[in-house]
Each structure stands twice: as structure tokens, then as C-alpha cells.
């Protein structure tokens, strides 16, 4: 790969390590941004994915054959190039490449994807060639980020991950989003929530938690819905509703710490107002669901009181903070069946959701899992869920039932509030959204 030896041979330095290399001779491997030239000087941008460096050479820098291979390449054409490292303040990271060689890898042309603006149809066409733009390659990193500080957080809480299975017999969140397959001739789905899973994990390991992806065919086209998302699951044996929102508390203010910590030039390449972001500590505002509608009615939005919230009411809500706010004891008819009833109250449940601000809306759904076995298989039925697959499911009722609560937080979601997108199909790499499935 690297230039042969007529030239030397010189370190493969990441060109986000530029900096640490002033004076050097390195060698970059990565992709032309673009080229300009002034006849007798020739600037070409490269990328390597962790940043981009301008390389100058003058004619008399580079051998004939490089310098006209260099004249002629087209955007995306994959390079080697090797120079010194001098200061340059007008150059992107602060660094210039003076050239000594260049090697084509593979020339090329056409490239659909100019600087200019394309519609989103287009982009969203080309998906696997629109991930090279440095705005989505920020959004990539700050996602790679959160998904780091969600496995680190919970790790450092001591919670064990245990990964739940991706083709299940049952529904865990309604019937009617339900992805159907066949598991060799047996009617199988592609999981919703790994949730049921997690709470039999809890009651072996005490506090564990599940990441992968989850599944729901929502005929809904939003900002806000994704056919496929990743949601991390944390499941708690012994924990109560207060306990999750705790927990949820402290997990938001680490990953939003930490994402300003060290992808500070990611959140400034999306253009992310990092102000709104660094108000976001604890304590979270707390309200109950009665609380909400009645903000909701004063606010002149015509709500009534036992509907779920749609995306336009939780943005009424959540443009009212300035951060995370907990919704709790929703109505147990618009949460799923696992539930536990408010002891003072039966028509709500122990129920929370987190609704991001700045309009972004929920982001986590949790709550208090139901303890008791008959109370749990009434509600199967009621739910009009066949008993016989949710056995196994009755059985932690059955041997050492507990209080147990926990929660899931989708990537996608969390991800567009903190890098301030107006649309989940950004925070994804293959996003599947209704109608789409390609690239
Ligand atoms: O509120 P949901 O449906 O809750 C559950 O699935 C529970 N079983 C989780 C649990 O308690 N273990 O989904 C949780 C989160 C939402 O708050 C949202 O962030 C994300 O998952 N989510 C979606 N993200 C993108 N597109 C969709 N269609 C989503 N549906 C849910
Ligand atoms: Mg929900």
C-alpha cells in the first residue's frame, strides 16, 4: 500500500495526529475532497475519516508522472500521499502537507455527490456514498459516542449485559406493529424490545441490560420513527419507579457530559448550539401525567385526559424545559400490559417516559413491571395475548416474583436531540424507514 521506495518510507499517521507530527515526513492514506490548482501550484484536500488535510505541492515537488496523476484526479479518488507537516493556520486542523510523492489507489470519476445542495430523495438514494460527507461522519462519531457512554455508564453501575433474542414467538409492545417471519415453518417476529428477556436476566443477575436492535412495522412517516432503532435496556430486580428515574437522571447527565467532552468538534462540524446542551443537569424536572394535560390545555392544545400523547403534544411539553422532563403515572390503557398498577390509583401505572427538550419528545419509555402472577395473566388475556407463549414469562411471577422496574432508551432519538437533528434518518448509517429499504 504505502509508496515504494524510490521515495523512502515514512510512519501512516491518522491525520487527526497531524498536529503531533509537525516537521515530519508521514505518509496519509485516505480520499480527495477536492483539488484546486494555480498552474504551478496544486492544493489537494484529503480524508482519512478522522479529519482533512490540504497537501500543496509546486510542479517541481512531485515526479512528472505524479504531478499530471495528481492534475487529472476526480472527487473520491482514493490516494496515498506523502510530505512534511508544517503550521498553517489558514489550512483545515491548523496543519499543511508540503508533497514528496503520491500514489493514485484507484482513480475516480463522476462522483454523484457534489458540494452543492441535493434534495433529500437523492441523498437518501445514496446513502452509502453520502456517509462520506463530514456532516455525517460527525453525526457517525457522536452516535459511536453515545453508544460507548450508554455501555459505560451501565457497566460502571454495575449492570451486566446480557443480550436478549432478535426472533421471538411473542409481542412485547402490542400486536400491531409486529414484524412476522417464519422460524422454519413456526410463526416467529423480529423482536419489538428486549425487555422480557432482560427481566428474566434480572431475576438470575440482579441488574442487567440489553442493546441491540429492536423492530416495529409503524405505518408512522415522523421525524421521530424508524422501522429498525437500537434501544439500550437496563433491567433492575428489586428497584422501584423512583429507582429507574434515577437511574435514567444520571445516565442522561453522563452522556451528554461526555459527548461535550470529547466530540466537541463533532457537535460544532453539525452545528449543534452546545449551550442548550450543557444545561442539561440533574435534577431532571418531574410531573405526572394529570400535570402534563393540564400544561397541554394551557397551552390551548385540545387533549383529553387518557389518550396517549402524540408527537405534537410531547413537543408542546418538552419545548417548556430546558431539559430532560419525566412524565410519570401515564393511564395503564395507553401503556403495554406488563405495567404495574399505581397502588393508589389503578387507572394509571407506574409508568415514566423521558420527552428530550427543545421539542424532541420521548426518547426513554419505562416503569415498575407488574409483580403478581394473577393480576399479570389477567392482563395477557385482557391484552387478548395467547397465554401459552407468555409462560416462560409468568414463571418469574411464579418462582421468587419481585419488584423489578427498568426502562429503554432508543440511540436514534437520543442522538438527534443531542446533535440537534431535525430527522432520525441521519442517525443511522442504513436507515429503514416505511417505504424505504435501500441502500
Ligand atoms: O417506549 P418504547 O416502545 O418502550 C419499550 O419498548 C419498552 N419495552 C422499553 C423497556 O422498558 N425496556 O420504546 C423505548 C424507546 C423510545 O422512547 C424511543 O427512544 C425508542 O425506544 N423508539 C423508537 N426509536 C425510533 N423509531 C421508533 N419507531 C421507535 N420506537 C421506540
Ligand atoms: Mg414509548
Not at 405505518?219 to 435496556?233: A, D, G, P, V
Amino acid at each position: 500500500m504505502s509508496i515504494e521506495p524510490a521515495a523512502g518510507t515514512a510512519p501512516w499517521i491518522r491525520i487527526a495526529d497531524a498536529a503531533g507530527h509537525l516537521g515530519e515526513t508521514v505518509e496519509v492514506r485516505g480520499w480527495l475532497t477536492h483539488r484546486r490548482s494555480s498552474g504551478k501550484v496544486q492544493f489537494l484536500v484529503v480524508r482519512d475519516g478522522s479529519g482533512t488535510l490540504q497537501c500543496v505541492a509546486g510542479a517541481r515537488d512531485l515526479p512528472a508522472s505524479e504531478w499530471e496523476a495528481a492534475a487529472g484526479l476526480g472527487q473520491e479518488s482514493s490516494l496515498v500521499v506523502r510530505g512534511s507537516l508544517r503550521a498553517d493556520a489558514r489550512s483545515p486542523g491548523g496543519v499543511e502537507m508540503g508533497l514528496q510523492a503520491l500514489r493514485v489507489v484507484s482513480a475516480a470519476e463522476g462522483f454523484p455527490i457534489s458540494p452543492k445542495e441535493h434534495g433529500i430523495d437523492f441523498l437518501m438514494d445514496h446513502r452509502h456514498l453520502w456517509l462520506r460527507s463530514a456532516r455525517q461522519q460527525a453525526i457517525l462519531r457522536i452516535r459511536a459516542e453515545i453508544v460507548g457512554a450508554f455501555r459505560d455508564f451501565m457497566d460502571g453501575e454495575a449492570f451486566v449485559l446480557v443480550d436478549a433474542p432478535i426472533f421471538t414467538p411473542s409481542a412485547c409492545e402490542g400486536t400491531t406493529t409486529l414484524f412476522e417471519t417464519s422460524y422454519f415453518g413456526e410463526q416467529a417476529f423480529l423482536t419489538q424490545s428486549g425487555q422480557l428477556y432482560a427481566e428474566a436476566a434480572a431475576m438470575a443477575l440482579g441488574r442487567v441490560y440489553c442493546f441491540g436492535p429492536a423492530f416495529r412495522a409503524e405505518k408512522s412517516k415522523t421525524r421521530r420513527h424508524l422501522i429498525e432503532f437500537w434501544m439500550m435496556e437496563p433491567e433492575w430486580a428489586f428497584a422501584t419507579l423512583d429507582d429507574i428515574v434515577a437511574l435514567e437522571e444520571r445516565l442522561l447527565e453522563y452522556t451528554v457530559g461526555r459527548v461535550l467532552d470529547r466530540r466537541a468538534e463533532d457537535l460544532r462540524a453539525v452545528e449543534r448550539d452546545v449551550a442548550k446542551l450543557e444545561r442539561v443537569r440533574a435534577p431532571f424536572p418531574r410531573i405526572r401525567y394529570d400535570a402534563a394535560v393540564e400544561r397541554l390545555h394551557a397551552a390551548g392544545v385540545a387533549f383529553e385526559w387518557g389518550n396517549d400523547f402524540g408527537g405534537t403534544d410531547e413537543t408542546v411539553l418538552s419545548e417548556q424545559f430546558d431539559r430532560p422532563l419525566f412524565v410519570t403515572h401515564y393511564p395503564a390503557a395507553v401503556k403495554p400490559f406488563y405495567m404495574e398498577p399505581d397502588p393508589a390509583d389503578s387507572r394509571v401505572c407506574l409508568s415514566c417516559d423521558c420527552l428530550a427538550p427543545e421539542g424532541y419528545g420521548e426518547i426513554i419509555g419505562g416503569g415498575q413491571r407488574m409483580e403478581s402472577l394473577d393480576l399479570l395473566a389477567r392482563r395477557i388475556d385482557e391484552h387478548g395475548l395467547p397465554r401459552e407463549a407468555f409462560q416462560w414469562y409468568l414463571d418469574l411471577r411464579r418462582y421468587g416474583s419481585v419488584p423489578h422496574a427498568g426502562f429503554g432508551i432508543g440511540v436514534e432519538r437520543t442522538l438527534a436531540w443531542i446533535a440537534g437533528l431535525d430527522h432520525v434518518r441521519e442517525t443511522i448509517a442504513f436507515p429503514r424507514m416505511l417505504y424505504r429499504l435501500r441502500p
